[in-house]
C-alpha cells in the first residue's frame, strides 16, 4: 500500500532563511505524482508544487524547490528566503496511478520568526 | 479564473439530522474530489468523481455519500450524523488529460456535529 511520512511535527525557520521539510514515501507503482501543499490556518489546501515519478530534473517553482531522490524514495521540500507568511501546516501528498486519489502525510507545521 | 467554491463554509449540525455539502470545481474541471479532515486521522479520502461517475471511493460507511451533476458541480451528503463527523470537508478539482492533473482545493466546509 502507498504511504507517506512526515517525521517533523513542528519546525521553526527565522525571516530571510531557507528551510527544509521532510517527506518520504512508500510505493511499488513505478508511475506516481507527488505533491506539496500549504494549508494555513484558513483552512484551505493551497497546491505549492508537483513532481512526477519519470521527470528527470527537480521541480522548481518560484522560493519551493523539490529535492526528489528516487532511490531513497524521498521528496523534501526547500523554502528559500522565508517570509513570515509561509508560517502554515505543509503535506506531502502521492497521487496514485490512474486516480485523482490523494494520499497525505501528517504534515509539519512551520513557523516563521522574525 | 474562479477557484474552487465550496458551501457552506461553516455548519452546525447535531446528531442524528444529515448535513449536504455543495462543491464547484474550477471552470473546465471534470474531476472532483473529497477529503475529511480531523486532528485524529489527518487527511483521508472520500471520493472521487468524473463525468458524474464516482470512479473511487474511500473507506467510508454508507452513511457518507456524494453525486456529480452534469455541470461537475458536487454534492457530498452524510445521514445520520455522529459527534465524529465533525471535521473539515475539503473538496478539490482538476483538468484530466495532463500528465501533473493537479488537484486545486476548495476553502472546505467547517462541519461541527453536537
Known amino acids: 500500500a502507498q504511504k507517506i511520512t512526515q517525521t517533523q511535527p513542528g519546525m521553526f525557520v527565522q525571516e530571510k532563511e531557507a528551510v527544509t521539510l521532510d517527506c518520504t514515501y512508500d510505493?511499488?507503482?513505478?508511475?506516481?505524482?507527488l505533491f506539496w501543499y500549504k494549508q494555513p490556518s484558513s483552512g484551505e489546501m493551497i497546491f505549492l508544487i508537483y513532481q512526477g515519478s519519470y521527470d528527470q530534473q527537480n521541480a522548481t517553482e518560484g522560493r519551493y524547490s523539490l529535492n526528489f531522490q528516487k532511490a531513497r524514495k524521498s521528496a523534501n521540500l526547500v523554502i528559500s528566503a522565508s517570509q513570515l507568511g509561509d508560517s502554515a501546516m505543509y503535506f506531502c501528498?502521492?497521487?496514485?496511478?490512474?486516480?485523482?486519489?490523494?494520499?497525505f502525510g501528517t504534515g509539519t507545521r512551520l513557523q516563521v520568526f522574525p | 479564473k474562479a477557484g474552487v467554491t465550496q458551501t457552506p463554509r461553516y455548519l452546525i449540525k447535531t446528531r442524528g439530522q444529515q448535513v449536504t455539502l455543495s462543491c464547484s470545481p474550477i471552470s473546465g474541471h471534470r474531476s472532483v474530489s473529497w477529503y475529511q479532515q480531523t486532528p485524529g486521522q489527518g487527511l483521508q479520502f472520500l471520493f472521487e468523481y468524473f463525468s458524474e461517475t464516482q470512479r473511487n471511493k474511500g473507506n467510508f460507511p454508507g452513511r457518507f455519500s456524494g453525486r456529480q451533476f452534469s455541470n461537475s458541480r458536487s454534492e457530498m451528503n452524510v445521514s445520520t450524523l455522529e459527534l465524529g463527523d465533525s471535521a473539515l470537508y475539503l473538496c478539490?478539482?482538476?483538468?484530466?488529460?495532463?500528465?501533473?492533473?493537479?488537484?486545486?482545493f476548495g476553502a472546505g466546509t467547517r462541519l461541527s456535529v453536537l
Open positions: 501528498a502521492m497521487r496514485e496511478r490512474n486516480t485523482d486519489k490523494l494520499i
Open positions: 510505493t511499488s507503482d513505478p508511475s506516481y505524482g
Open positions: 478539490a478539482s482538476s483538468l484530466q488529460g495532463t500528465n501533473e492533473n493537479i488537484q486545486y
